[in-house]
Structures are given as structure tokens and as C-alpha cells.
């Protein structure tokens, strides 16, 4: 397989159902068994600043007041998710937060619906219930647009250096998803667009004990309710968005995305409508090829759809992964293209 040196996930679709964002190269976990050193050797593989090496590359100079988007309520939001604690799937933080954000969806004027299922857990047998949120706005429209992030946090931070059994609430692996799509939901109604939209937070994304766990359980079963229902609309675009809310952004484009003839075009008008902005951390270059959700929506049930995420954050997996790394104007900067796009599509 042809890798990026800089690359640690791998490019095969083929590996998403048991490799999942851990499918890293296998030097990785050689030098962390020689050295022990986890987060060191974390932070010299993942952290690359720009496309030129330097931190001013990937940085525009916008700030918080130059954004016509709500960042700092996108970032109360996260703050008020990650309040409730630990949200794996099953737990009574997952429950909590299915209340909060079902009210807030139907607030805005959503028709909200649980897509509930059940899987068998991993490690001791037992049934645990799961479900998605689906949110949507204009239902009785037939051509759609899919906007999604994860919203179940991982179990246990297992890339954590000192506990990795201690307490992980994934403020940007999983809450800042979820934010900015309760931020956008304010903004949805008033989107002059003749698409309806629906939003979707997929539960089981990582709902692992061990690395060679099953990964996107929710996104596989709505992909496979989606094929089995053969609903009377059809997505023209869906858009996943995962750890977009760190404090030291860079979104470059995912390889796994741009590999799919199909969705390349929707990954080039989302940068470019970055460009436009002059949201510089849109980084119009491929670098890792990320093993997310998009996978079975994609491969599954057909839908072109790409993963917008900052995958160079070194807290990832940690007890570290906390609100005070994510920030308001990162939330402002993703927000305000994901609505310029949609406002675009005609």
C-alpha cells in the first residue's frame, strides 16, 4: 500500500468495519511499544502546521466578530454537552444528551425521529440500545441534503499516556459535530434553498474496547435502513463532520473522499467556497485517508458524501480531549463555510 510518510490511516475502504480512525501504520505501534512514549510519538507523526510547514500557512487572519456565524453559541453548546460527562452509547450521558439535543432540533422547527437498534456489546455480551437522531427540515421535499457527525463519545481514552481507563468526555471527538449542527439548525430555516435537509447524529461510531472492535455501527445501519426503506427522495449531497472544533485548525482533504470519483466535486466546492471566504485553515491539499463514517453512507447506501476533519489534533484518544482545546472561532470558521455551501446550492 502507497502511503504519505506522514500518513497513518489507511486508504482501503475495505478495512472500515474492524479498523476504524485506529487503522494507523504498523510503525506507529512499534515505536509505542518500544518506547513507551504514546503521546510523543503521537504529536511527532500527526501535528503538521500548514502546507508550507509553518503555523501562519493555515491560518487566516478572520476573527471571532468578522464571522457572520455563531461561534460562540456553537461553543456553549459543546460546553454544555461535554458538561454532561462521559456519552458512550447505552450510558445515561447518551440518554441525556438524546433529550437535549431532540428538544433543541424540534425547537428550531425539525421533525425529529429515533432511529433505534440494538447491538451486542463488545466485551460482555449484553444488548445495548443505540439510536440516531434524525432531524428534518421541508420533510415532503424529494431531493435532500445529508449533514451528519457522531455524537456517541468513546468509552474509554485509550490513547491516554498516564489513564487510558480514566475519563474521556471527547469535547472535539464527538461534541463539536454536534455543536455546530445545533449551531446550523438556527440557521436552516432560514436557508432560501429549495432542498430539504436533514440532520443526523449517528450513534456506535466508536464504540470500542480494543482497536479491532466493530467501528460506525449507526452510519451502517442507517445506510442499511436507507437501502431497505428506498425512500421517495434522494440525497444529491451528504457532508460528515467530525473534530472540527480544535483550537489549532487545519482541514485538509481527505483522501478516502477525494478517492471516490463521485464526491471529489463536492470536496473541491466545499474549498473553494472556503477559498472564497478566506478560511484558510480549508488546506486544499489530501493527506490522510480517514476510515469514518462517510464509509458506509458512501460504499453502503450510495450516498455521495465527504468527511470534513481536522485529524492532526494530539489530544485525540486522551483525557486531554477537553473543551478548552476546541474554540469558538474554529466552530464560527467551520459553520460559516458549511452554510455558505449550502446557501450556494441551487
Excluded at 518500544?34 to 510547514?53: K, M
Amino acid at each position: 500500500m502507497e502511503q504519505d510518510e506522514r500518513e497513518l490511516t489507511q486508504s482501503n475502504p475495505a478495512h472500515a468495519a474492524s479498523s476504524g480512525r485506529w487503522a494507523m501504520h504498523p510503525m506507529f505501534w512499534g515505536a509505542v511499544a518500544v518506547t513507551g512514549g504514546l503521546l510523543a510519538v503521537y504529536l511527532a507523526f500527526f501535528h503538521d502546521r500548514g502546507p508550507n510547514g509553518s503555523a501562519e500557512a493555515a491560518v487566516s487572519r478572520l476573527r471571532l466578530e468578522d464571522i457572520p456565524f455563531n461561534g460562540t453559541r456553537a461553543y456553549e453548546y459543546l460546553k454544555q454537552l461535554v458538561a454532561i460527562g462521559p456519552r458512550p452509547s447505552g450510558s445515561a450521558g447518551m440518554a441525556a444528551q438524546q433529550k437535549l439535543v431532540a428538544e433543541h432540533f424540534a425547537k428550531q422547527g425539525a421533525q425529529v425521529e429515533f432511529q433505534q437498534f440494538g447491538v451486542r456489546h463488545p466485551v460482555d455480551g449484553s444488548t445495548v440500545p443505540m439510536a440516531n437522531v434524525i432531524a428534518r427540515w421541508h420533510p415532503d421535499r424529494q431531493e435532500r441534503i445529508l449533514l451528519c457527525a457522531h455524537y456517541d463519545t468513546l468509552p474509554l481514552p485509550m490513547l491516554d499516556p498516564v489513564d487510558p481507563r480514566g475519563t474521556f468526555v471527547g469535547a472535539n471527538d464527538g461534541a463539536s459535530g454536534v455543536a455546530l449542527l445545533m449551531e446550523l439548525a438556527h440557521e436552516i430555516p432560514r436557508l432560501q434553498t429549495h432542498l430539504g435537509i436533514d440532520v443526523v447524529l449517528l450513534d456506535g461510531e466508536e464504540f470500542i474496547f480494543d482497536r479491532n472492535d466493530r467501528y460506525f455501527l449507526g452510519s451502517e445501519w442507517f445506510a442499511r435502513q436507507h437501502i431497505a426503506a428506498r425512500p421517495p427522495f434522494r440525497y444529491r449531497w451528504g457532508v460528515l463532520l467530525d473534530m472540527i472544533g480544535d483550537a489549532d485548525l487545519q482541514i485538509y482533504q481527505d483522501r478516502t473522499s477525494m478517492g471516490w470519483r463521485d464526491v471529489r466535486p463536492l470536496v473541491e466546492d466545499i474549498w473553494a467556497t472556503a477559498a472564497r471566504l478566506g478560511v484558510r485553515e480549508f488546506i486544499p491539499r489530501k493527506k490522510h485517508a480517514v476510515q469514518d463514517d462517510h464509509v458506509p453512507l458512501h460504499d453502503i447506501a450510495g450516498i455521495s458524501i465527504c468527511d470534513i476533519i481536522d485529524f492532526d489534533y494530539p489530544p485525540w484518544h486522551t483525557q486531554g480531549d477537553t473543551a478548552d482545546k476546541c474554540s469558538a472561532l474554529s466552530l464560527a470558521k467551520v459553520g460559516w463555510v458549511v452554510r455558505e455551501w449550502l446557501a450556494s446550492l441551487r
